[in-house]
């Protein structure tokens, strides 16, 4: 039985992200010299509370899934502080991280490639008690019974590969095995892109079970509003590798202040054919991250974007009169008109 160190309390910071920054080199010629880099992901700050959900979206190659892999040392950071309940990573040595792993898993955005075609069902939820040396032989057999079995899956899966499955199955074996260690933290890369949407609910559904039973903090990542607004406690915005708006899943789709925010909300289809809806079609296409624009990153596709914009990049701040804060990085927002409905 995996075991993990106390949880902290609700609504505590569980994970502190400050100026991550994550850059990819660009090579070229006969000798491969670095020729630049490709910011994915350039100052990003975030705090995570310990139980909640905290949605991150944007278009696709925004850099939303840098920063998830980027956090779980998927990837190197290029810059920046990630600190986990209290410990900075940074000064974590190679068997402190090694056990840390057992508190911060990863669910991937396609259940056909994140799992080993070579390997049954049952090898692949044993390898996490394997890797960790959890159990006897005898309990891991019947750790990975109970998993298939919080996932909605018959112990008889063990024996089977993964092809053998749905797309949907697939995912369960997935989640399964990001709950096999007990997590305190998963990071939800995207994990209902690739499937139907017949399937989609069911595992949005068996996610927000498991959170509610195991006391899961969740980052959720995803191209989807409306699939993050039914997930998240509350919501960053991502453009071209930064934060442009950050603030709680009810005041995002009520009151969003940043022009992009307002594209994607209006992007969200409505189940109703007598409603007409307002949609804010953005011009050109998103800038090569290689060479992002001077100034705000969103003024090359911007209808309200003035010389100022172009000039100096704005700042991500506090534009909530109330207690709960709603970030925004706009020269001028709050005082955009009002968002359609």
Same mark, same amino acid.
């Given at each position: 039985?995996?075991?993990?160190?106390?949880?902290?309390?609700?609504? &505590? #910071? @569980?994970?502190?992200?400050?100026?991550?920054?994550? =850059?990819?080199?660009?090579?070229?010629?006969?000798?491969?010299?670095?020729?630049?880099?490709?910011?994915? +992901?350039? *100052? +990003?700050?975030?705090?995570?509370?310990?139980?909640?959900?905290?949605?991150?979206?944007?278009?696709?190659?925004?850099?939303?899934?840098?920063?998830?892999? &980027?956090? !779980?040392?998927? =990837?190197?950071? &290029?810059?920046?502080?990630?600190?986990?309940?209290?410990?900075?990573?940074?000064?974590?040595?190679?068997?402190?991280?090694?056990?840390?792993?057992?508190?911060?898993?990863?669910?991937?955005?396609?259940?056909?490639?994140? !799992?080993?075609?070579?390997?049954? +069902?049952?090898?692949?939820?044993?390898?996490?008690?394997?890797?960790?040396?959890?159990?006897?032989?005898?309990? $891991?057999?019947?750790?990975?019974?109970?998993?298939?079995?919080?996932?909605?899956?018959?112990?008889?899966?063990?024996?089977?590969?993964?092809?053998?499955?749905?797309?949907?199955?697939?995912?369960?074996?997935?989640?399964?095995?990001? @709950?096999?260690?007990?997590?305190?933290?998963?990071?939800?890369?995207?994990? #209902?892109?690739?499937?139907?949407?017949?399937?989609?609910?069911?595992?949005?559904? @068996?996610?927000?079970?498991?959170?509610?039973?195991?006391?899961?903090?969740?980052?959720?990542?995803?191209?989807? !509003?409306?699939?993050?607004?039914?997930?998240?406690?509350?919501?960053? +915005?991502?453009?071209?590798?930064?934060?442009?708006?950050?603030?709680?899943?009810?005041?995002?789709?009520?009151?969003?202040?940043?022009?992009?925010?307002?594209?994607?909300?209006?992007?969200?289809?409505?189940?109703?054919?007598?409603?007409?809806?307002?949609?804010?079609?953005?011009? *050109?296409?998103?800038?090569?991250?290689?060479?992002?624009?001077?100034?705000? $990153?969103?003024?090359?596709?911007?209808? =309200?974007?003035?010389?100022?914009? $172009?000039?100096?990049?704005?700042?991500?701040?506090?534009?909530?009169?109330? &207690?709960?804060?709603?970030?925004?990085?706009?020269?001028?927002?709050?005082? @955009?008109?009002?968002?359609?409905?």
């Amino acid at each position: 039985m995996a075991t993990t160190s106390q949880s902290p309390q609700r609504g &505590t #910071v @569980l994970l502190k992200v400050e100026g991550l920054t994550k =850059y990819f080199p660009v090579r070229g010629g006969i000798f491969g010299r670095r020729r630049g880099n490709v910011r994915a +992901v350039d *100052g +990003v700050d975030l705090a995570v509370r310990s139980g909640e959900t905290l949605g991150l979206v944007g278009e696709s190659g925004c850099g939303k899934s840098t920063v998830g892999r &980027t956090i !779980l040392h998927l =990837y190197r950071k &290029t810059r920046g502080r990630i600190v986990f309940d209290g410990r900075d990573l940074d000064t974590l040595g190679r068997r402190e991280m090694r056990a840390l792993r057992r508190d911060m898993q990863i669910i991937f955005q396609d259940p056909y490639e994140s !799992l080993n075609a070579r390997h049954t +069902v049952g090898q692949i939820l044993e390898e996490p008690y394997c890797i960790h040396r959890i159990g006897a032989r005898s309990d $891991r057999n019947a750790q990975v019974c109970a998993l298939l079995q919080r996932v909605g899956l018959p112990e008889s899966a063990a024996s089977r590969f993964p092809h053998e499955f749905s797309g949907g199955q697939r995912q369960r074996i997935g989640i399964a095995r990001a @709950l096999a260690l007990d997590p305190r933290l998963i990071i939800c890369d995207e994990p #209902v892109s690739a499937l139907d949407v017949s399937i989609q609910s069911q595992i949005l559904n @068996l996610l927000l079970e498991q959170q509610q039973v195991n006391a899961l903090t969740y980052i959720f990542i995803s191209h989807d !509003l409306a699939v993050v607004k039914h997930m998240s406690d509350r919501i960053a +915005v991502m453009y071209l590798g930064k934060i442009v708006e950050f603030t709680d899943s009810e005041r995002l789709y009520r009151q969003a202040l940043h022009p992009y925010t307002h594209a994607l909300i209006s992007a969200i289809p409505v189940p109703d054919p007598t409603y007409k809806k307002q949609r804010i079609i953005l011009s *050109g296409d998103v800038p090569s991250p290689q060479n992002p624009p001077s100034g705000c $990153r969103f003024h090359t596709r911007c209808s =309200y974007a003035q010389d100022r914009c $172009r000039r100096e990049e704005p700042v991500l701040r506090n534009l909530s009169t109330g &207690t709960d804060e709603h970030l925004a990085a706009c020269h001028f927002a709050g005082d @955009l008109p009002e968002r359609a409905s």
